[in-house]
Nanobody
């Protein structure tokens, strides 16, 4: 099995920054594509960003383009999400996911973390 553990969430004022981290452990014999999704209360889980196994290929959701940056160091199963210019609408539980290809859909990813709360206040 593969376990994903997120960290770095918290409370920040609008316009501020946070950096999320996610590390995979367990049966990690190969490099994964890794992604971030988020879910706000009463809403569907939304794609945020993804990076390929070597960190080279990246994809972003429209609502975070230009503000968030995903990075995945090569030869690791760790992924980071640098979030800048945060807005109250970014408030959500952020989930890390791992799979074998970069995609914006949940079904592609085989492993999920428990989530970390991000709250952006006015």
């Amino acid at each position: 099995q593969v376990q994903l553990v997120e960290s770095g969430g918290g409370l920040v004022q609008a316009g501020g920054s946070l950096r999320l981290s996610c590390a995979a452990s367990g049966r990690t014999f190969r490099q994964f594509a890794m992604a971030w999704f988020r879910q706000a209360p009463g809403k569907d889980r939304e794609f945020v960003a993804a990076a390929g196994w070597d960190g080279g290929a990246t994809a972003y959701g429209d609502s975070v383009k230009g503000r968030f940056t995903i990075s995945k160091p090569i030869a690791t199963n760790t992924v980071y999400l640098q979030m800048n210019s945060l807005k109250p609408e970014d408030t959500a539980v952020y989930y890390c996911a791992a799979g074998y290809s970069v995609a914006k859909v949940r079904g592609v990813y085989d492993y999920w973390g428990q989530g970390t709360q991000v709250t952006v206040s006015l």
